[in-house]
């Protein structure tokens, strides 16, 4: 039998970033009951979070969240598609318990997005570039909560109508590897753009595969089976590996393979099949009569293509242009808000190796322990960039300025008064710093007179006896160039 080749696509659900549900008012997380204590957490009673709309009640009008569509054409500007003016919402129709209307309201043909990609790295480090089908709006349905032991079902329609965009690749993965880069490069990206949230645990970015084996050089693709729901890229790869070995095997026995559905068993390691997959006609998609047409007039997308902040290779490139190490650049795209901070600190301080050493080193350490974004802390910028000040004209020693910044994290202030109230300032003034040389030298007549022979290594000796009589506040470098002199004349 010819060597198999996987075939694999993707297709992306991300929950968009928006207060409210894509066709009504209804609040996409958990409000805090207003009787209840303060500082109680929001609880999320079943079916507390619907109206007529989301639980698809008769004569019921939706109507079309503008900031969902705009998520949606920022993806799609991030990604490089193709942002249609006009994109049209249909009903996939289908039957499930936890989708009240009958249909969910999704988009076929036009979809808000057409074409762009993403590149990665393949298996031997060539630059690979992933096409992209498609990005389309869609609601999200409810859930069913199975109660084995009273062996009911109930549902919850909370999550019913929460705006999704469904991100379809071309199949153009052809191994595990190059799924979950991708995914994780995706994911980065939409969080970064604050798109989605994208928190995995709660189901926000999740992605259903679709994999065939093909003997290699065949064009043909072969029967695929969709694997649903995997909301984490390590069991995306696993599911994929899983799969490999499965159709080859049946491959390998002549047996023929049906087109499938299949569910991930992350305890097992395996897949299982669920149902015979439909295809699109089965769902008899039309044009939803309720809703408008999607619009994204010219000056809409001109405006959220100037708004788009900086895109995480981006900033990484550049990052790396002003001399930041590779693992600072990777701590700085990792924290939200450290690049605005950074940016906003440059200017004030002007000496970004330092300023980068500084946010890595403590503040930005400090503001993940506290679950702060750097620029929400008590350590403005151009605080930050007055303490970096002070030790760049040896003002305040690298020690001390350690030293002191849990107390500066903690309380805010100025740097510089915070250290003089320490007396930590380092003493700079040459003429101070000469004083107090004349007086060690004249204390320690035998080490001079050792010195002036050639025992130059002594001068640590005199620079340790000044330190110790300015109680620390001595530059070292600079006692020791006034020191050497003296000690010369
Ligand atoms: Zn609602």
Do not use: W
Not at 78 to 90: H, I, Q
Not at 156 to 161: C, I
Not at 203 to 223: A, H, Q, W, Y
Not at 255 to 269: C, H, I, K, N, S
């Amino acid at each position: 039998m010819a060597e198999m080749e996987p075939v694999i696509g993707l297709e992306i659900h991300a929950q968009l970033n928006t207060a409210t549900k894509l066709f009504c008012s209804c609040p996409t997380e958990a409000v805090l009951d207003a009787t209840a204590p303060a500082d109680s957490p929001p609880e999320d009673r079943p079916n507390s979070r619907v109206c007529e709309v989301c639980t698809g009640q008769p004569g019921a009008l939706p109507r079309t969240n503008a900031r969902a569509v705009e998520l949606a054409a920022t993806a799609g500007l991030a990604l490089g598609c193709r942002v249609n003016e006009y994109s049209v919402f249909s009903r996939k129709n289908y039957f499930y318990p936890d989708l009240p209307a009958g249909f969910q309201t999704s988009q076929l043909d036009p979809p808000i997005c057409e074409g762009g990609g993403l590149a990665i790295t393949d298996g031997e480090g060539r630059e690979k570039r992933i096409r992209l089908n498609r990005i389309h709006l869609e609601d999200d349905a409810g859930k069913c909560v199975h109660d084995d032991q009273r062996g009911r079902t109930l549902v919850d329609l909370n999550r019913a109508g929460t705006p999704l965009i469904e991100i379809v690749t071309e199949p153009d993965f052809r191994s595990s590897g190059e799924v979950m880069e991708f995914l994780k490069k995706l994911h980065n990206i939409l969080v970064h753009l604050e798109v989605t949230k994208g928190r995995l645990e709660e189901g926000e970015f999740r992605c259903d595969v679709n994999i065939s084996l093909r003997p290699r050089g065949v064009e043909k693709l072969g029967t695929r089976s969709e694997i649903k729901n995997l909301n984490s890229f390590r069991h995306a790869g696993q599911a994929i590996e899983y799969e490999i070995v499965r159709q080859g095997g049946l491959y390998d026995q002549g047996a023929t393979l049906v087109q499938e559905t299949r569910l991930f068993d992350p305890a097992r390691q395996e897949t299982r099949s669920l149902r015979s997959k439909e295809d699109a006609h089965d769902y008899r998609y039309f044009p939803q009569p309720d809703l408008p047409p999607v619009h994204v007039s010219p000056g809409a997308l001109a405006r959220l293509k100037a708004a788009m902040p900086e895109l995480p290779e981006q900033a990484e490139a550049r990052l790396l242009a002003l001399g930041l190490t590779e693992e600072q650049a990777a701590v700085f795209l990792d924290r939200r808000g450290a690049v605005a901070y950074f940016d906003q600190a440059r200017p004030l301080l002007g000496d970004d190796r330092r300023l980068a050493a500084l946010m890595v080193e403590l503040l930005l350490p400090a503001c993940q322990r506290d679950g702060l974004s750097p620029l929400e802390c008590r350590v403005p910028p151009a605080a930050l960039a007055a303490l970096g000040k002070l030790m760049a004209d040896n003002t305040l020693s690298r020690r001390a300025a350690y030293d002191l910044f849990p107390e500066l994290f903690e309380k805010g202030g100025d740097p510089g008064e915070l250290a003089r109230s320490k007396g930590v300032l380092q003493i700079s003034d040459t003429g101070a710093i000469s004083d107090m040389a004349a007086e060690i030298i004249a204390a320690n007549p035998g080490e001079a007179r050792k010195y002036r022979e050639g025992q130059e290594k002594i001068l640590s000796f005199f620079v340790g006896q000044l330190m110790k009589k300015s109680k620390g506040a001595a530059n070292p470098k600079l006692a020791g160039e006034v020191l050497s002199k003296l000690l010369k004349s």
